[in-house]
Structure formats: C-alpha cells, structure tokens
C-alpha cells in the first residue's frame, strides 16, 4: 500500500484547546472546523475537541456532519445561509447562522417561521470581507428581534491584522465594534488565534480560534512550538527508490536540477497529488531519520527527488517527514510561499489518515 500518511495527534488538538483556555479564561470557546477541520477530517477533530463550547463551520453540509458525529454542542454556520432553502436544514440540525448581509435579513423577513432560533450578527469593522456596515448594527437589531422564531442574538466581528501585532488596526477594529453596538443585548465574539494570543482586550464572551487548535503559527517567523502549540499533523511516506546519479546528469520534469557532482538521491512517494506544494523549491526541507535533506527539482504530482548526500543511512522504505512536530510546517510553507493553514488545508483524500493519541514530547513548547 502507498504509504503517503497523515497522522493526526489526538493529544496535540486536546493540548492546543487546553492552551486556549489558559490564555482566555474568561471567554468561551468556538472551535473553528472548516475546511475539513483545516483538513485534519471534520468528526475525528470535532470528537477530539468535545471539550470546546461550539463549533464554527463554513458550510451547511459540515454542520450537518458535525451533528451527525453525536456532537450537541452548539455549531455556528460562519458564513450563514444563501438561499431559502436552506433555512430547513438550519432548522432541523439545530444551527446557529451568521447573518452578515441585507439579503439574509430579506429572506429571514419573507420566511419569518422559517429564521434560525440563534443568530450571530456579524459586523464589518474594517476588514471589508463580510458583514454590516457599524452603523447598521442598531437597525438590523431591531428587525431581527421582532421576528417571532428568532431567540438569542449575539455579536461578532473578525479581525484583518491581528497576526503582524498591528495594534492600532485591531484597536480601531474593536473600537468600532464596541461603539456600534453601545448598550444593546447580546454575547460578543471577535478574536481568532492571532488576537487570541495576541489582544487580550478582544477575548470577549467568545473566542474563535481556528488555526492554533491545529498547533498553526499566523504569526510571521514563529512556528505552532514557539508559541506553546503543538502540531496536530504528521505528514510523511517512504522512499521508494534510491538511485546513484553521475554529475551532470538531471533530475525530475524541466531538468532543472543538474548533479554537480555524483550524488545518491532519493525518490519519495509524495507530490502535488497528495497536497504537497508543487511550488516548494529546491532546498525545501524533508526529514529522514531526524535529519533534513533538501527536496531537489520539480515537485511532480505522485513522486519528490530528495538530495541523500548528507542521510547515507536512508534506503529504500526509509521514512520521510514532510512536516509534523519536528518539522514545522510553517518551514514548508515559508519555502513554498504559502502559509502553513493553506498546506494542511491542501492534503488530499488519496492520502491515508490515522490518528494517534500520543502527545510525543511537548518539552519544546513554550
Ligand atoms: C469568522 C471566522 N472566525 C474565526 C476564524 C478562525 O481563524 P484562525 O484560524 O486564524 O484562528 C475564521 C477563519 O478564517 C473565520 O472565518
């Protein structure tokens, strides 16, 4: 069996939530799960972190998993509904929705029996993606408080730059946002990770962290570790031939690395396929056996050419880490030019997925 595997470390998810906690105390705690649970599989993450008070989804059909892995807690559709139709399934599985736009509220007012019994209005503060203009926040209030199936109404906001400590854009965002909404009723919720760990002035009722739980760093220059985390994905496979090259012979689609010298290289079963960056450059890191060996060449869409001149040791079945907790992801991606939510995000269903309960050794965490 091709052993492109994703090891998803129980412990480490449980460990992050727990670093949530520790950091706000006071507030409640929506875990973030889109995306295929940043891609680490939407019911086994969910499962792991029971322990959070809600879980945020990007679309019905996730909400609806969630459910349908035996979770109660409260699950909070992010974006909200599109269409009329929708409203059903909302109804049904018990979803709280975002309302972000007039045509929501439009299709809430023409369905009235319909609405959500939990809504969260989210307000645009200034990162100009979704939501209600501030000064809207009273208006939209009121016409939603007078639709008869509508019960609890909450508040919420999201950040632009709360990962480059830009204080005075997250200042402004959150001064905004307690402005517009002065003295009206309800919870409120606006911190991601990054301004989890990083304003703790923004913690409200509800955090929402999303990438931390997955022992993800938004933070330019610092790994999941430096900030206390720990990595929830291992994604590693074997060598599946190794292979002498005389200098100047080339390697990989393109040719573009050329032997300077006789070299000992090797093959990894891993490519773009698989959710590896094709665009991860020569030098890019991988681990064999502890130790790093730069990726050389193209990345293909099935295999990786690793140079071996400095792991004599690796042979044919030698295991290969392309990230995990001892080889940030966040390396990759800075190689890749990516970040490292959009590598895990990106592995795909060929490779296998196996969940480990071990925590390994958290000592290097801070
Ligand atoms: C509305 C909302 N809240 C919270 C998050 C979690 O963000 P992060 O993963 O950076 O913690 C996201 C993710 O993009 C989001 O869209």
Known sequence: MRATTATIHLDALRHNLK???????????????????????????????AGADAFGVATLTDAERVRRAGLNHRVVLLSGFDEPCDLALVREFRIDCVIHHDSQLAILERHPAQAPASLWIKLDTGMHRLGFAPEQARRVYERLRVLPQVGEIRWMTHFACADDYDT????????????????????????????????????????????????LSTFAGRTG???????????????????????????????????PQPMRIGIAAVGYGDGYPRHAPGGTPVQIAGKNAPVIGRVSMDLLAIDLTHVPAADIGSEVLLWGPELPVEQVAEAAGTIGYELVCGVTRRVQFAAAEDLGDISAAA
Not at 243 to 259: K, P
């Open 19 to 49: 670093r949530v906690r520790a950091l706000a105390p006071r507030a409640k705690v929506m875990a973030v799960v889109k995306a295929d649970g940043y891609g680490h599989g939407l019911e086994r993450v969910a499962q792991a972190l």
């Open 225 to 259: 570790r430096d900030l206390g985390l720990q990595p929830a994905m291992s994604l590693s496979t074997r060598l599946i031939s190794v292979r002498q090259l005389a200098a100047g012979e080339a390697v990989g689609y393109g040719a573009t690395f050329v032997c």
């Open 168 to 215: 005075e854009r997250t200042e402004a965002q959150m001064a905004r946002f307690r402005a517009a909404i002065g003295d009206l009723p309800g919870e409120r919720s606006l911190a991601n990770s990054a301004a989890v760990q990083a304003f703790s002035a923004s913690h409200g009722d509800w955090v929402r962290p999303g990438g931390m739980l997955y022992g």
